[in-house]
């Protein structure tokens, strides 16, 4: 079946520009993260959604950054007033559910550009 | 503090030869070890894990890893590696206490020469 999406695949934008990044879980998956891979690095945990809620949002840097999740499916990361140091690998995962045992799928990721 | 080290940035080895990739990591309580491979070009993928039992775990490939609880180490096997094993590879850990949240080793980049 489809894997995690992410759209777009890349985006460049300009420093205090305001950017959306969207994934689109794999269908019937409830729990869903984004995580941010910055160059010569592991992905580093954002936020986590079970279901519509964002359970854990301990990972998000500041609150330029916000993630939505409206009707538990498709999820938004939304960064405000973009910085350089913002440019990073996006990374949204999925699993059936927020269980101990659960297996997180990854998307291919949206690279982000601040220039 | 949570963590995982990766001992080795980018190992290069000739085809055939075989491979370990060091991995420890810092966490207290129960933990779930995983190791996520990245081929040029493509996404994360789940290579294999460790919930319980046999710490001895099998993952696709012929990639193999050991769980040493007294060494808090998780180290990454195969005993013959290819060309197509090129990737970069990801130690990863979460626990029980915090299951939704993945903590990532830096990666080892793995080149092998044909």
């Known amino acids: 079946g489809a894997g995690v999406s992410q759209t777009p695949s890349n985006k460049v934008t300009e420093k205090g520009k305001y950017v959306e990044l969207r994934c689109d879980p794999i269908?019937?998956?409830?729990?869903l993260y984004w995580y941010r891979q910055s160059l010569g690095q592991g992905p580093e945990f954002l936020i986590y959604f079970q279901g519509t809620g964002a359970a854990d949002d301990s990972g998000l840097p500041n609150d330029r950054f916000f993630a939505v999740r409206p009707e538990g499916s498709v999820s938004t990361l939304k960064i405000q007033r973009t910085e350089r140091g913002d440019s990073a690998v996006y990374l949204c995962a999925s699993s059936e559910s927020q269980g101990f045992m659960d297996i997180q799928y990854f998307g291919a990721g949206t690279r982000l550009s601040v220039l | 503090a949570q963590s995982v080290s990766q001992h080795n940035h980018h190992v290069i080895l000739s085809e055939a030869a075989s491979l370990e990739l060091g991995c420890n990591y810092s966490y207290g309580g129960t933990v779930n070890l995983f190791w996520y491979v990245q081929y040029p070009g493509q996404h994360l993928q789940l290579l294999l894990k460790?919930?319980?039992?046999?710490?001895l775990v099998k993952g696709i490939k012929g990639f193999e890893a050991e769980f040493i609880k007294s060494k808090f180490s998780f180290n990454l096997r195969k005993p013959s590696v290819q060309w197509s094993d090129t990737a970069e590879y990801f130690c990863a850990v979460n626990g029980y206490s915090s299951a939704s949240k993945i903590i990532f080793g830096s990666g080892t980049r793995l080149s092998i020469r044909p």
């Open positions: 269908s019937g998956h409830t729990a």
């Open positions: 460790y919930f319980s039992g046999d710490p």
